[in-house]
């Protein structure tokens, strides 16, 4: 069993900065693709990064150079620095981890809980 964990998200004013964390625990083998997503209050949920076993990133045209995705194979932990938050950046983010359990080439999709991140004054 695989658990993904996120922490970080809270209230933060317009131009401010959060810092997300998410972190995977249980019968990992090896972890892929680490990612970010996020749902805005009424809308779908969003793809907003990607970072790859190799650490190769790729972001959402919305969030090119305020966010950073960034990995720590050691923790089995995904970043999200988020700088210059906009109110349009309120939504619940959700980390995703594409995971290796045992030495079989099968991966699965795991999904964090999801954290709340509000950008208002």
């Known amino acids: 069993q695989v658990q993904l964990v996120e922490s970080g998200g809270g209230l933060v004013q317009p131009g401010g900065s959060l810092r997300l964390s998410c972190a995977a625990s249980?019968?990992?083998?090896?972890?892929?693709?680490m990612g970010w997503y996020r749902q805005p209050p009424g809308r779908q949920r969003e793809w907003l990064a990607t970072?790859?076993?190799?650490?190769?990133?790729n972001y959402e045209d919305s969030v090119k150079g305020r966010f950073t995705i960034s990995r720590d194979n050691a923790k089995n932990t995904v970043y999200l620095q988020m700088n210059s938050l906009k109110p349009e950046d309120t939504a619940i983010y959700y980390c995703?981890?594409?995971?290796?359990?045992?030495?079989?080439?099968?991966?699965?999709?795991?999904w964090g809980q999801g954290t709340q991140v509000t950008v208002s004054s």
């Open positions: 970072i790859t076993s190799g650490s190769s990133t």
């Open positions: 995703q981890m594409i995971i290796q359990t045992t030495q079989q080439p099968v991966t699965f999709r795991y």
């Open positions: 249980g019968s990992i083998f090896n972890i892929n693709a």
